[in-house]
């Protein structure tokens, strides 16, 4: 591959953005960097897009309650609007003036430790028995969210969990579907129940990414609360929980 | 593959050190860290050369040597139980905004100014994209709209806020000079390869 058609590809893969906000997986980004560290053109890209983001951010700061393009355009932007209308409500019934409303808004510090790269990964498992009907219902709605369909997953495992489907995965799927389908709020809740379920194969990484909702949704103490709940039995996962603790704790201290 | 130590010599030593200060920023977030992290591992990198010819992607091989100099950075401070892959893993998302630091100041008023320009729709399609971190398709199913639409739209977008980054700095194709330290090592490693 000549350098134009590679660099023709990187465009359309749109690899610099998805450097940027996280949304590149752990080889790719890898690939990536060991591409760019020798290429100006490519460096140069991965600035741009941070400056749209950071220029994006600082718009939204500006104009908070500006109207949506479309419903579900501000159903995607809706746990952080209810956040921020929270800590702004609470801080004008304290009587704090409004210097001291920014100060209490969400930091952007802390809702980026929320990111999530890749959504944990499903793999069926073909078992010698009749399958019931809640568990039907759970393997098609992992179907969809195989493929990315996260609204209509969360639907299906829902209705898999009231049709009788075993709690611990259905909840830690309907966790996962709802925080890539953009409602942090309800991706906590989902995975707080798996943890509070008791030990279980899925617990560790219900802890995980409970505590990146709660990150998304700028509630710091009760993510890092998350993490300390029960120590992981993998030393890899117990590594992870440090970090992401100690990062939490700097953002706030920033 | 081009031999390494050849390739030492041909490479911009400057392209390099802001290559791996783009990597360590993102992970580390702090611009004094990232630079020393670039020092270090642009100075290993140039070490290790000195040493036997080793044939691979000199790009790849100074990117390694940064991601086990930020590890390093991480142990040295405690913040990890051990240098792993893991532990370069568990903190390399945590952090990508700190790399807008590394605009100049009128790069990010232009780019700024110019998303000010676009339409409500516009800057809604990529506050998705760049803020909530979907895909071009994963917006248009939010949007109810074909994903062609969408990406057109969106690259009709960036296609305006890029012009606006580059008339802030514009692109510089010419060599960038190495600092005085980096071009010693680099000549005395030349006339090494070609004695």
Known sequence: MTEERSHQFIHEAELAERYVTGRMPGPERMAFEDHFVTCAECQRDVRFASAVRAALEATGARTPSRTPATPAAAS?????RRQRALWVGAAMAAGFAGIAVLY?????AVTALGGVEQPPAYVGVAVRSTAGRGAAMFDDAMKDYSTG???????????ALAAGQDSIPTDFFIGASELFGGDARNAAAAFARVVSLGESPYRDEAQWYEA???LRLGRSAEAIAALAAYAPADPAMGARFAALTDSVKQAVAR | MPDVRQSTSDTDLELLRSGIRLMALRVLGDADAAEEVAQEALSRAVTAVRGPAATLNFG???????????????RS???VASMTTTAYEAVRDDRPDALATLCADEQAVRVRAALAGLGDADRELLTLCYLHDLTPTEVARRLEAPPERIRQRKLRALQRLRAAFDAAHPLRHARAVPPTDMAGIAATKARGSAA
């Not at chain 1, 995607?76 to 952080?80: G, M, N, Q």
């Not at chain 2, 100074?62 to 590890?71: E, L, N, S, T």
Request: net charge positive; aromatic share 10%.
């Open chain 1, 76 to 80: 995607a932007r809706a746990p952080r």
């Open chain 1, 104 to 108: 209490a808004l969400p930091s952007r």
């Open chain 1, 149 to 159: 369909r996260y609204a209509v997953a969360t639907r299906g495992l829902q209705a």
């Open chain 1, 212 to 214: 990146k909702a709660l």
């Open chain 2, 60 to 74: 790849a091989y100074v990117a390694g040597i940064a991601r086990h100099v930020i590890a390093d950075w991480f």
């Open chain 2, 77 to 79: 401070r405690g913040r």
